[in-house]
């Protein structure tokens, strides 16, 4: 099966809406995801097939725009990588 990569921009994403936003452009989430990071661990532990990897340009960028934020984002993805043998997260 073919890999599904999401590429995210670091420059682009300054709130959280924007993270939202830029996951939904490359990734089929439903449409009654609830843009919070609980409905984000829902969605992208059992709603989103693998494999995926998901790479994070920039990341510094929005790691200063969000803040703790960020924190509990990526705490959240590496928690999926750990949890999912067909998911990858890469933060540049």
Do not use: H
Not at 23 to 43: C, E, H, K, T, V
Not at 72 to 86: A, P, V
Request: glycine share 4%.
């Amino acid at each position: 099966m073919p890999v599904t990569r999401c590429i995210l921009d670091g420059a682009t994403i300054q709130t959280m809406d924007d993270i939202y936003r830029a996951l939904a452009s490359q990734l089929p989430l439903p449409s009654y995801f609830g843009r919070n990071l609980d409905a984000l661990w829902d969605i992208l532990s059992t709603d989103i097939e693998g494999p995926v990897e998901l790479v994070w340009e920039d990341a510094a960028a929005s790691r200063i725009a969000l803040g703790k934020n960020f924190d509990r984002i990526e705490e959240l993805l590496k928690e999926l990588e750990r949890e999912r043998d067909d998911f990858r997260v890469i933060f540049r």
